[in-house]
């Protein structure tokens, strides 16, 4: 059974600060890591996508995965309220069929 | 409208009904999906299809059918509605090329009375 974890939260930061969300996965031959936000009473949308180990950076977000530690993790940084949601990790083996996590509640206060 | 809908947004039914939940996109994406979304359990695969009339199961498949006739439908029916089905349902599709990336609809909310 492939697992994606997340800690369900809720993280509390102050706005301007940096919101660091992490993820572990159980399948090592994972190749495809996703995060995506969701607003309360909305769907998912994706705001990153990562495929090889390192950093990404897009904006004030940033996806650092390391494939030998299993984890993926994403920064935000100068955190706004309008940040403050849901954050799905989700995990992919290259099937097409990804596994999500259950989720981190983010809430950004002024 | 280009993207991806669902509807209806929100039903009310009865225990032992037959209910279907309709998913429409326009970007004639190969894979589609169906998840339900209850608290503390995320988001779980219901089915799932590779192409018009391949489709395969998920996590939770059962109580559920699905059918793919074209590219851009995938409808969910629940053969006999019961409250423990009462959820979200989300559907999404994927983007072809391999980047896996997938694009929700707006849900359906659905309460079985």
């Known amino acids: 059974q492939k697992e994606v974890e997340q800690n369900s939260g809720p993280l509390s930061v102050p706005e301007g600060a940096i919101a660091s969300l992490n993820c572990t996965y159980s399948d090592r031959v994972s190749q495809s890591f996703f995060w995506y936000r969701q607003y309360s009473g909305k769907s998912p949308e994706l705001i990153m996508s990562?495929?090889?180990?390192g950093d990404k950076e897009d904006g004030r977000f940033t996806a650092q995965l390391n494939k030998a530690s299993q984890y993926v993790s994403l920064l935000i940084r100068d955190s706004q309220p309008s940040d403050s949601a849901t954050y799905l990790c989700?995990?992919?083996?290259?099937?097409?069929?990804?596994?999500f996590g259950r989720g981190t509640s983010l809430i950004v206060h002024p | 409208d280009a993207g991806i809908t669902q509807s209806p947004r929100y039903k009310i039914t009865e225990t032992g009904r037959q209910v279907t939940l309709m998913c429409h996109q326009t970007w004639s994406h190969s894979y589609m999906f169906w998840y339900r979304q209850d608290l503390g359990h995320g988001l779980r695969l219901i089915y799932y299809s590779a192409a018009a009339d391949i489709t395969d199961k998920g996590e939770v498949p059962d109580g559920y059918v699905v059918s793919r006739s074209k590219t851009e439908n995938f409808p969910l029916t629940l053969e006999s509605a019961t409250r423990s089905q009462t959820s979200v349902y989300f559907c999404?599709?994927?983007?072809?090329?391999?980047?896996?990336?997938?694009?929700f609809g707006p849900g359906t909310r659905l309460l079985v009375l």
């Open positions: 989700a995990v992919s083996g290259g099937s097409y069929i990804p596994t």
């Open positions: 999404a599709s994927e983007e072809d090329g391999g980047t896996e990336t997938q694009y």
């Open positions: 990562i495929y090889s180990n």
